[in-house]
């Protein structure tokens, strides 16, 4: 994952939807970029995990728009999409 894509996810998470670390609930983030397709070589297949971000595992979701991003919590209810 480039610098930019995850410095761009914790200010999403930070910035816009909880202002501390320990108030965000718990879940995961899907996200893609152009970056995750071509970027290392080789295709990252849909629902590859990519690394985590403030603790939150984040995954590729193919159907998604480049620099798209969707915040769930355990739960499986969005709470935030870019």
Do not use: E, N
């Amino acid at each position: 994952m480039l610098r930019s894509d995850h410095v761009a996810i914790i200010d999403i998470l930070r910035g816009t939807v909880r202002p501390t670390v320990a108030q965000m609930p718990r879940g995961y983030v899907q996200a893609d970029a152009a970056s995750w397709r071509t970027g290392y070589g080789y295709a990252l297949a849909d629902g590859a995990f990519i690394g985590t971000v403030l603790g939150l595992k984040l995954t590729r979701l193919d159907s998604l728009a480049d620099g798209h991003r969707d915040y769930y919590d355990d739960a499986g209810s969005l709470i935030y999409t870019t």
